[in-house]
């Protein structure tokens, strides 16, 4: 969802998919190159970091190194968080006011 990107990208000859184009950018630390340009840069480069680093662990080849799915909200409830406090100080330092009353929480279903 980040990236702005479908997972895969069906082609008449071959299918690419969206790990192999993240996972070295990840590495390299290109953060800026994966987040959906959408977003104009405004965003925490830390919280997308964390956002990715919950994404990759869910891609572990057997069940028992990927985290379950409790693990998995607490952590980007975490993010989201950390991203809205810095939204609310980014915006309070600039003299702007939000409504908040709107904002979509997470839970598990």
Known sequence: MITGHPLIKRGVES???ILDW???KIEC???EGIVDPRLAGEFRITSCMEVFEVAMSCISATAMQRPDIS????????CSA???DHDIVTRNSLGYTANYESMTILSAR
């Open 15 to 17: 299918s690419n998919f």
């Open 82 to 84: 950390l991203e809205m």
């Open 22 to 24: 993240v996972q070295p």
């Open 29 to 31: 630390g290109e953060i």
């Open 71 to 78: 693990h998995i909200l607490q952590e980007l409830q975490e």
